[in-house]
């Protein structure tokens, strides 16, 4: 009978054992989350962009004339070179900045040559033609003289009369005119002959020409530095053809192509933060926004229309003077700020129904809170009503967080 009782109370020992391990499998954890504190504080809605730098006034100088711009290392004897590179230092109508040269002769075809020979045998010709005019001019003007002679000495003796002598002089000055006219035809023909000649010249016949005297130089039109060279080797170019530019690098200004959803938000004189440039954050001060916007397609292929928003610095030259044109910035345009804004993390929010809603923390349970959202930004969210300061409520909740589930900070 005693080792019976003995076996009955060991089984409900084993069973009682069971039963409290099902009831510690069955009991529910608390969810490991993350927790935030709900806490007033100073908060700003900013706009946030990719910008560049660039100098305010850019200047291209362009190819004046059609020719042959020089490398622009081109030596120019004694007044040095035209040593122009990125970041050096020119001044305004001193510094040459690139040098011109007429351009070599192209080539011509088989017929053109051909014509061109015929003009030039032509021209030729008629030198010749135009030479015996002149030969005969000359001998008749020698004929007409001696006739105007002896009629003036005739007409001293009233032997022939003044009729003839009006007709002797006719004929001399005549003839005198005639062969003026005759040297002009043979001075023309030869100069036509010189210019059909002249397109028969070769390419590789024609002579260099090293004396800068021949050649146009382009000086700088303003001072500051050459920022970026377009023709750096030598090239023959067509008038307006753009050879370098030139700018002042301590004269920059900052410009952002915002979506005209944020740029609706802005005003001139806005504050901005500029950063993401590898130095210290610089603060700006927004001076335009473009009135008209244009169509910019982003990276992955969406058309997206941008407003072009121009920022001034707003601290010494000092603090930004290794940025230079075209550098890369961060801008964040302040549109909104606060000083003593209750504010809670923008994780911690997600939609319930039409509402925002919040699990807050309370017992060791989550509570599903509505609040009611003001101005918000990308961490930060201003809190109107629901919760209040000092309340601790769950970061980024997943599925295992529900109403009245247990949490645990993690």
Avoid at 245 to 256: F, N, Q, W
Avoid at 257 to 284: E, F, H
Wanted: proline share 5%; net charge neutral; with cysteine.
């Amino acid at each position: 009978m005693r080792q019976s009782g003995r076996r009955r109370l060991l089984g409900a020992l084993v069973a009682a054992g069971a039963v409290l391990v099902a009831a510690w499998f069955a009991w529910p954890r608390p969810v490991g989350v993350d927790l935030a504190t709900v806490a007033r504080g100073p908060m700003e809605v900013t706009v946030n962009d990719d910008g560049k730098t660039r100098v305010r006034h850019v200047y291209s100088v362009s190819a004046p004339i059609a020719g042959k711009v020089l490398r622009i290392s081109h030596p120019l004897g004694e007044e040095g070179t035209v040593s122009r590179h990125v970041g050096d230092e020119v001044k305004a109508n001193d510094t040459v900045v690139a040098v011109m040269q007429p351009a070599t002769p192209s080539f011509i075809d088989f017929r053109s040559r051909e014509e061109a020979q015929a003009a030039v045998a032509a021209a030729d010709a008629y030198v010749k033609y135009a030479e015996s005019e002149v030969h005969r001019l000359e001998a008749a003007v020698v004929f007409y003289r001696g006739e105007l002679a002896r009629a003036q000495t005739l007409a001293r003796t009233q032997t022939v009369s003044v009729q003839a002598l009006d007709k002797a002089k006719f004929d001399a000055e005549s003839n005198e005119a005639a062969l003026v006219s005759a040297k002009a035809q043979v001075t023309v023909w030869q100069g036509v002959s010189k210019s059909l000649a002249a397109r028969l010249i070769d390419p590789s016949s024609s002579p260099s020409m090293p004396d800068p005297v021949c050649c146009v130089q382009i000086r700088a039109p303003a001072t500051g530095r050459v920022l970026k060279i377009i023709q750096e080797s030598e090239s023959v170019v067509q008038p307006g053809t753009p050879l370098l530019e030139i700018g002042d690098p301590l004269d920059l200004e900052v410009v952002a192509d915002l979506l005209s959803t944020d740029a609706v938000q802005i005003k001139p004189g806005y504050s901005v933060k500029i950063d993401g440039w590898g130095g210290a954050p610089i603060r700006g001060r927004v001076t335009r926004v473009d009135p008209a916007g244009f169509l910019k397609v982003s990276a992955l292929g969406i058309e997206e229309q941008r407003v072009r928003t121009t920022i001034d610095f707003a601290e010494p030259s000092e603090t930004w003077s290794s940025l230079g044109h075209d550098f890369r910035v961060i801008v964040h345009v302040t549109v909104w700020s606060g000083n003593d804004v209750l504010t809670i993390p923008v994780g911690s929010l997600f939609r319930k129904a039409n509402d925002w809603a919040v699990y807050s923390v309370k017992g060791g349970r989550a509570r599903t809170t509505i609040v009611q959202i003001g101005h918000r930004n990308a961490q930060m969210a201003e809190v109107l009503s629901g919760v209040s300061a000092g309340d601790r409520v769950v970061l980024h909740p997943s599925d295992r967080v529900r109403e009245g589930s247990p949490v645990a900070q993690r």
